[in-house]
Structures are given as C-alpha cells and as structure tokens.
C-alpha cells in the first residue's frame, strides 16, 4: 500500500464514489420531500373545516417559538454556547417592531426585517463583550444580559413599561391582516428561517462553528477566527430570534414589560433548544411546540403542570440528552449510514489508489 | 448615609452568600449550576414553618429537622436526577437542575399555595443602632449565623477527612479516584451539604422576606451572580461577591434610585465577565493545547 | 532560505522554565526533527511557534516576516499549518468534514458562503475536490462518512494529518505523528511524510519519540532539554553526540 503513494497516474472517476454522492443525492431528495410535506401540512392547516381561531392563533404561536429556538440552535447547538438570555433578544425585535409601528407607521414586514437587524447589532455586541466566556460563566453572562434589558424596558419611559404599547392593527402590503393572515405571515417566515440555517449549517461557516465547538484549538489551528466567527454565530442568532420577536409581539398588537422584562422567555427557549436538540434542523420544531404548548395547558393544571413539566424535562435529558429529534431521527440514521458504507466499498474498485494532490493549488 | 448603606448591603449580602457557597460547592464537584438551589432553601423554610406552626416544635428543633430533611433532598436529586446522567454534557447538567426547579416550585404551589405566608419572627423586630447605623436584629443574627456557617464549613474542608477528600475531587477527579476516594460518595456529600446551606439560607431568609414559592428566585440569582464573581471555585470568593453585590445593590438604591438596585449586579456581572472572563479572583487556568 | 526561524524563546510556567533562550532554524524544504527527553519542552515550543502560547522574550520569523504577534488562526493565512500530539479531532463530525475544515483557509467571503451564493458554491465544490484528493493520497477513501470517533488512533492520525494538508501550506508542525500506531502504519506515515516533502515540497518541523522515523527523515535535528537547546546536526552528528546519549540515558548534563 506505501508504494502506491507515489504513484503519479490520474485516477479513473471512482465508481464508488459516484455511488455514494448518488445515495448521498437522493437522502437529501428525501429530506426535501419530508421538509416540503411538513409544510404544505401546515399551510392547509388553517384551512380544515374543523379548526377553528383560536387553533390558527396558537399555530401562529408555535411557529414563533420555533423560530426563536432555532436563533437560540445557531449558539448552542452549532457553535456550542449556552444561551439563557435569548429572550433579550425576543424583546429587542418585539419593541423594535412596536416602537417603530407605532411612530413611523412601518408594516409587519418592514417591521420584521428591522426588528432582527438591531437584534443582530445586539447579538454582534454581545458575542464582542462575551468572546472569551465559556460554559457556567457565558450562561450568568447572558443571563445578566437579559435581567439588564428586562430593566431597561420596566424603566426607560419610552418602553412604556408595564402599561406597555398598544398597537394598531398589522397590515402586510396594504392589506390589513387578521389571525388568519398572520399565520401566513408567520409561516412563510418560517420556511426562509429553516431554509436560511439549513444553508448555513451545511456551508463552510457552518462547518467553521462546529469547528469551534468541538475544539477551538483545531479550529484555530486550521484558520478559523474565533472572534470573526463567534460574533457571527451570536448575530444570525439574534438575527433570526428578533424576527420572532417582532411577530410575537405584533400578532397580539400589544407588548408591555409585564411579558418582556421577566427571563422566562429567555429559559424557555433555552429549554426548546435542549429538548428538541439543537444539533439537528428539526431540533427547535420539536422543543418549541413543547414550550409553546404547555403553558396552554398550565393554566388548567397550575402547579401539577409545574411538576408534569419539571418532570417531562427531566425525563427527555435522562432518555435523550442530545434532544428527542436526535433519537427520532437516530434509525434513519443509522440506516443511512449503512447505505453508504455499502455504496462506498463497492467491490470493482474498493482498493483504488488515488493521486498524491494535495499541495499547490 | 454611607454607613448605612453599607451596612443594609452587608444585610443583604449575608443573604445572598449561603446561597453562592452552596452554588460553588456543588460547582466544584459536579461542574453542574444547581438553579434548584433556591428551592432547596424554600423547602427548608416552608418545613421549617410547618415544624413550628402545626407540629409546635421549638425554633431550632424546627430548623434543625428541616436542615436534615432538605439534606436528604439534595442527595435525592444527586441519586434520582444527576447520577444517571453524570457523563452527560454542561449543557444537560444545568437544564436538568432547571428540571428540579420546575418540581420542587410545583410541589410547594401544590401543596402549600402560591399565597406567601409570614414566617414567625424569633427576634425583636425594632430596628436597633449599631455601630452609628440603623438595622434590625434580624440581619444581625443572620450575619452571625452566617459568620458561623463559614467558620464551620472552613474547618470542614480543613481539618475532616470528608472535606479533604472533596478538595481533592475539586482539583483532579481522576485522580482522586485512582487515589481511592470514593468519588460518586463526594459527590453525594457535595449535594448534602448544598442541602445543609440551602435549608439555613431559606431560614434564615423567610422572617426577613416570607415564606413562597418563588421566595428565594431572586437571591439565587443573586447568589449566582455572587458565585461567578468570586469565580466559581472559591468559597471566600462567592462571599466576597455576595457581600460586594449587596452593598453595591444600596448603594446604587440609595445613590442613584431604586430602578437601579436590581439591575445593578446584571450590570456589574456583564462589565466584570467582559474583563475578566474567569471572574474577580478566578483561577487563570494555563491554555492546554 | 531560511522558513521558520525562532531565536531566544523563553517561556516561564510559574517557576517553571519550559523553554529557556531556545532557537531553531528550518530552512525550506527540509524535513527538521526536534527531539528530546519528555518535558523537555518540545510540545511548548510547538505551541509558541504556532502562536498558541505566549512567551517572555525571544522572536520568530517565518520567510523573514515577524509572526511574534499573529494570533494561531494567521499561522495558517502564512502557510504554516500543524498537527496535534494527542490528537483534535471533530469527534462526532465525518472524515470528510474533519479535512474540510482544513481547506478552511481557501473558503472566500464568510458572508458569500453563509447564503450559498453561486460563486461560494462552485468554491465549496473546488474545496470538496481537494478534500477527497488529500483523502485519496492518504487512503482515507472508505473512511470519509465515518464519524472519527469510530476510527482507530492509526486512522486518526491520517486524518490530522490530511486535515493539515488541506490546506495546501507550506509548512506542517507535526506533532508526534507516528506515536500509538503500530509498526505497519507508522511505516506508511512516514512514508507519506516523505512524499508530502519531497514530491509537494512541503517544509517539515517534526516532534516525534520513535528515533527510528528521525533518524530516517529528518535532514536536520535539534535536540532540546530542560527547556534550552542541547545539541544540533545531522542524524549522524546527533547519534554521536556524548550529551545527547548522557541526555537520552537520564544522565545530568553540564
């Protein structure tokens, strides 16, 4: 086998190889398939003669905290930081939103678009001041970011405090829109957001973030730049978790600090990321229709859905610490992978050497 | 007036400095924040009121039951909820305590109410002078007691066999563990004695606030903060910074206005880490490659 | 020409003296061996000469450019890239996408490659080519969608070692690149290490216990204890040389 490093021959197209990047083709075919039907799911949803408002309204819920969690997937997930301050983040696109709407008239989309942009600017701050923070110390970091914002909404007068800002109703392209609408509107966000990380997480930045996570030492040792990429992590982070904020606060018309200067938001979503798995695109739609459902059966239950939550978190970290998507997801897996060991040692050509490249480019 | 402030601040650091030793501790060996740690201190009062109230028991018969009972509770967390998943990542570790916080407030609600509940007080609650400042007996006992806690916990980690054990579990696992220390048995202990500190805190903090569910969130943040101020490893450390962050909290109430006060300590948390990211008096740990 | 040039380094761990007035000089396109006893402070120096560790006094120079300031992620921008002792590896992560992120250093505009624009995708595709051509000359073919953590420590190794190659330098730190493989791939990573040098004309700083492999590649080899330079020459000047073997059988120098 030494000898055949030297070997200068170009190397015939390796029949293998087309066999795995063919396999390779038609999983991800099936992902879009899966992906594509979720959707279509979702925007005939509203349209079922059994359902009614209020189910539209709470679907448009769930679909925000999946795109808050996902912000929240990009950090802990990806780049391997823990955020428990993500809510700031919520409520810098929710009041950015409303502030706006409210004095410049700016529509739900205009709305969206700036609400994620100052909650990127935010982030980019953030992942500034916090560079070097790692574990217990970057989660009281962001946690005293988040208690820092939560004040500065119950205080600062223009944030109107507990009274909070009432708002007229959302309007998309002229038209004025209802629940109905802003489901749409929620969703179709929704779509890019997934669309946008799934790029992302596949993209040499992606790779560079889980480069980081798993060892900055060899990711700075193959040129990755820790302070470039951690504040780009922490603003696509926020980016993406101000957009939801801004529709979380729009679709009620309404945002005061009673909701956005408290830290549940930030721990909720933080308990999103870590129930669905943030390591998987799927991940934060799993975990955030769980923490976006059982508040709505908390009011019935109180403090048994205290315990039954407790519980239920307990139970998920014991059975599946990398996230219920991980095991969801885990056969298919694991199928997959035997396909494509099979592919890869097709027979004809299992032992074919290959160029010494590798230098000069 | 500075006097005075520093004074209501050292009041309330004392309150918050059990909570953060007793976040260090468990830190130290376990690499896991305990959030449940503020609930261990609810429960301990809530058993301590109920000791008192409807069993007639006597103050310290009272406080000492409930401090064995919610050392009981720490090492039913270590056995039911962290040891099955002690290899899991920092991450999982922290959610899970975020699991036993989610119980234990809902077990309190549940059984108790969410209606807050006045804690009998044992002391004279007129304000006394001392040293040119106005403050009540209370905050004077819980310092002590506080002082006392500390004295005995230094002598533990100094002088016992367990305590020394802990240290080596705290510096090297693994090698405590090839030296013979029982490690996992540590680790019990380690969620014993955030048991003991935490039903004293909750105590000793219930005449002074009430006694609720949600009676302790805000000082195990506190106590947090505190903790990661002194560094995570230290426990002179975690009361320096329970002591700093109360005497700043008056003095930016008393300097600057109340809408201050609570956010003072995130202020100063977010300034020091942007620093000093291993905290005040943190171990510079040398870069491994 | 000189590549790689250090002069006086000095680190102090505490009381400690890891490296105490060290130099050393690569010159291009050779094969330099660094050894010494252990703690002799060789994988120090490593991490001062690919800017991981801070140092009190001394300078390095890489093709006559000051590097004393760079930060670890510029070493590479320059050509230098290098491998780990115990091995950093992306545990969880493929073969594929380990070597990946060694091309790293040719991925263009962050921003271009985040949106998957056309002209970032077509640079993917030239970084995946050259990922699965460093694959192929290290036989790494049937272990690309493998997660690394199911390899063995001698695959491993490869994998360090194509990862370093992705990304086309000029210089490779290699630290220990043969340790815990056994005689039939430590045979063929040194050989792999001749070719990269010899036929890619890849310059080469090596750590490394087996003296067989020194012996055998290196043109040049300085040899360190305690922290400072003990002796320098030729394989066969530094088998010869009285405080090398009084150094290598545990004997007080000086």
Redesign the interface.
Request: no cysteine; glycine share 10%; aromatic share 20%.
């Given at each position: 086998m030494a000898e055949s490093i030297t070997t200068t021959a170009a190397p015939a197209p390796s029949g293998s190889r087309a066999a795995v990047a063919t396999l390779k083709n038609t999983f991800q075919m099936q992902n879009w398939v899966l992906a594509g039907l979720f959707f279509a799911a979702c925007f005939v949803f509203p349209l079922l003669p059994f359902v009614e408002g209020w189910m539209v309204f709470q679907g448009a819920f769930i679909i925000i905290y999946i795109m808050a969690a996902q912000g929240v997937s990009i950090l802990?997930g990806y780049t391997g930081l823990?955020t428990v301050g993500h809510g700031a983040f919520l409520a810098i696109g929710a009041y950015t939103a409303a502030l706006l709407m409210k004095y410049t008239g700016l529509s739900v989309i205009p709305g969206m678009i700036a609400g994620g942009l100052v909650s990127a600017v935010f982030g980019l701050a953030l992942g500034l001041?916090?560079l070097?923070?790692a574990?217990?110390?970057m989660?009281?970091?962001t946690?005293?970011?988040a208690?820092?914002i939560g004040?500065?909404v119950?205080?600062v007068p223009i944030f109107e405090g507990r009274t909070g800002i009432s708002l007229p109703p959302n309007t998309v392209f002229g038209f004025e829109i209802d629940d109905f609408g802003f489901y749409y509107v929620a969703l179709v966000t929704l779509a890019l957001t997934t669309l946008f990380v799934h790029s992302l997480i596949r993209s040499g930045v992606g790779r560079a973030f889980k480069a980081l996570r798993d060892s900055d030492?060899a990711a700075e040792s193959s040129g990755v730049n820790r302070l470039l990429y951690r504040t780009l992590a922490f603003s696509i982070s926020a980016f993406i978790t101000g957009v939801a904020g801004a529709l979380n606060g729009l679709i009620v018309n309404y945002i005061s600090a009673e909701v956005y200067g408290d830290i549940w938001y930030s721990?909720d979503l933080?308990?999103a990321a870590?129930v669905g798995g943030s390591a998987m695109l799927f991940g934060p739609f799993l975990g955030g229709f769980f923490v976006a459902m059982v508040p709505f059966y908390l009011e019935e239950l109180?403090?048994?859905?205290?315990?039954?939550?407790?519980?239920a978190?307990?139970a998920v970290?014991?059975l599946a610490?990398a996230g219920v998507a991980e095991v969801v997801a885990r056969p298919v897996r694991a199928w997959r992978q035997r396909k494509l060991l099979e592919a890869g040692e097709s027979p004809e050509l299992a032992d074919a050497p290959g160029p010494p490249t590798g230098g000069g480019s | 007036m500075l006097g005075q402030l520093l004074m209501s601040g050292l009041a309330a650091g004392s309150l918050y400095a059990l909570t953060a030793v007793a976040v260090v501790v468990v830190?130290r060996n376990t690499?896991t924040?305990n959030l449940a740690q503020g609930d261990f201190a609810m429960m301990g009062a809530f058993l301590a009121l109920i000791f008192i109230k409807s069993l007639g028991l006597s103050y310290l018969f009272a406080l000492g039951l409930s401090v064995v009972c919610i050392m009981a509770l720490g090492v039913l967390t270590e056995r039911l909820?962290m040891r099955?998943?002690a290899d899991?990542?920092?991450?999982?570790l922290?959610?899970?305590t975020?699991?036993?916080?989610?119980?234990?407030?809902?077990?309190s609600?549940?059984l108790w109410g969410?209606d807050t509940k006045a804690f009998p007080v044992t002391f004279d609650p007129t304000p006394i002078h001392f040293l040119g400042t106005v403050v009540s007996e209370g905050h004077l006992i819980n310092m002590a007691w506080v002082t006392a806690i500390g004295a005995l916990l230094y002598s533990f980690f100094r002088y016992t066999k367990q305590g020394i054990a802990m240290r080596a579990v705290t510096d090297d696992p693994e090698t405590a563990q090839l030296m013979g220390i029982p490690v996992r048995f540590i680790v019990m202990l380690t969620w014993a004695m955030a048991g003991f500190l935490g039903a004293f805190a909750g105590i000793l903090a219930a005449p002074i606030i009430y006694v609720a569910p949600e009676m302790m969130d805000e000082v195990l943040?506190k106590g947090?903060?505190a903790a990661?101020f002194g560094g995570?490893y230290s426990i002179p450390g975690a009361i320096l910074g329970a002591i700093l962050i109360g005497v700043a909290e008056n003095l930016a109430g008393g300097y600057l206005g109340a809408?201050f006060k609570?956010?003072i300590?995130?202020?100063m948390?977010?300034i020091l880490?942007?620093f000093r990211?291993?905290?005040l008096i943190g171990i510079q740990k040398?870069?491994e490659? | 020409m000189t590549h790689l040039r250090c002069e006086g380094i000095t680190v102090r761990?505490g009381g400690v003296m890891a490296c105490d007035n060290v130099s050393i000089e690569v010159p291009e396109g050779k094969i330099v061996g660094l050894i010494g006893p252990n703690g002799a402070g060789k994988?120090t120096l490593?991490?001062v000469l690919?800017r991981?560790?801070e140092y009190e006094s001394g300078h390095i120079t890489y093709r006559d450019q000051n590097v004393d300031r760079k930060k670890p992620h510029e070493m590479i921008r320059l050509g230098m890239a290098r491998t780990?002792q115990n091995l950093n590896l992306f545990g969880e992560q493929s073969t594929l996408d380990n070597i990946l992120i060694g091309a790293h250093r040719h991925l263009g505009n962050p921003l271009a490659n985040m949106f998957s624009l056309p002209g970032a995708r077509r640079n993917e595709a030239a970084l995946v080519d050259k990922a699965l051509a460093v694959a192929d000359m290290l036989h790494l073919n049937h272990q690309l969608d493998k997660p690394v953590k199911s390899l063995s420590y001698g695959w491993r190794k490869r994998v360090e070692l194509a990862r370093a190659l992705a990304a086309d330098p000029e210089m490779i730190l290699l630290d220990e690149p043969v340790a815990g493989c056994n005689d039939e791939a430590a045979a063929e990573l040194e050989e792999i290490v001749r070719h990269v040098n010899r036929n890619l004309g890849v310059t080469m700083l090596l750590v490394e216990h087996d003296m067989s492999m020194v012996m055998k590649v290196c043109d040049y080899i300085y040899v360190i204890n305690f922290g400072a330079n003990l002796a320098d020459g030729t394989p066969a000047e530094v088998q010869e040389n009285a405080d090398v073997i009084a150094a290598y059988l545990g004997e007080p120098t000086q």
């Open positions: 802990t823990v001041v916090f070097r923070l574990g217990a110390f989660a009281i970091g946690l005293g970011f208690f820092f004040a500065i119950n205080n030492k721990v933080l308990v870590v109180a403090d048994f859905a205290f315990i039954l939550k407790g519980v978190l307990i970290l014991v610490p | 830190f690499r924040i909820v099955p998943i899991s990542g920092w991450l999982t922290f959610t899970a975020l699991g036993v916080y989610y119980i234990l407030h809902g077990v609600g549940w969410r943040i947090y903060v990661v995570l809408h609570t956010a300590a995130f202020v948390i977010v880490l942007a990211p291993q905290g040398r870069r490659v | 761990f994988t490593f991490n690919s991981f560790q780990f």
